[in-house]
């Protein structure tokens, strides 16, 4: 982990999930997602070597790499963790993020991966009166997500996007609702700052041409499906498709964050008459629609 300054009050630290820093006064600040689990005590670390006192935690959103560090901090620091009350839900029902993935109640090998830390002083973001920070909403990647700006100007946005490196590495994130992904990359488009902070990958001056890149990524993943449904064509096959032309291999943490966003992928497509469906032998299945060839 590495502390970077990027403004006269915000810092973050580099990491796997890049964590957000905010001085809330001359020896305390404040953390925007706290990592994976064992990253609370390394956050710890950096603050102790700068003399820093922990007020409050911020989470964009309760998914395991960025809720992972609460246990330890809260524990050492009884402070309040704010994050919305969807998040809330999913943090005190742990089993929300797993059962959205699989679709049902998951594997014990998949429940494992995905377990939250003990949810602690939990508030609702919208009861937050602190100076210097503000946040929106930035649905899409999950049912609720957060992007936070401090009064430095800069942006911290959670995975509203995939980073450069994911885009080539792993163009295939996870999406809850193609839509709402779609429209947060047009609304971030028009934000405002001096430097913009993704969960995941590099720190960029401007967020015009990554949220165009993801753009582009998301449509020709669409025409991917349409392709592998030339003919009506059932879920498991549009999957099996999609393993095989991005050189994706499987496992069961893999199959189900895929399964879940080629899903909302084929929800969007059906939803504006792209996609058809009909049921063959009890079985249902998907069609390129004529007016996706318009």
Known sequence: MELIQVGSKTYYIKNKTNIGVYKTGRSSVCIIDTGSDGDGEKIDEILQAQGWGLDYIIITHAHIDHIGGNDYLVKKYDVPVYMTAANIAYAVFDDFETAILNGGKPCKQL?????????TNLRDIGTIQEDGITYEELPGHTLSMIGIRTDDDVWFFGDAYLSRH??????????YDAGAFLDTLQKIKGFQGKVFIPSHGSVEDSVTE??????????????????????YTDFGHILQGLYRLMGMRPNVVQNAILSSTTKSYVAYLQDRGLLKYKFVDDIMMWKKAKKADE
């Open 111 to 119: 429940k494992k991966v995905f377990t939250l830390p003990e949810p």
């Open 166 to 175: 994911n885009l080539k590495k792993y163009r295939y994130g996870y999406i």
């Open 210 to 231: 990554i949220c165009d890149l993801n753009i582009e990524n998301i449509c020709e993943i669409f025409g991917i499906i349409k392709d592998i449904c030339a003919e």
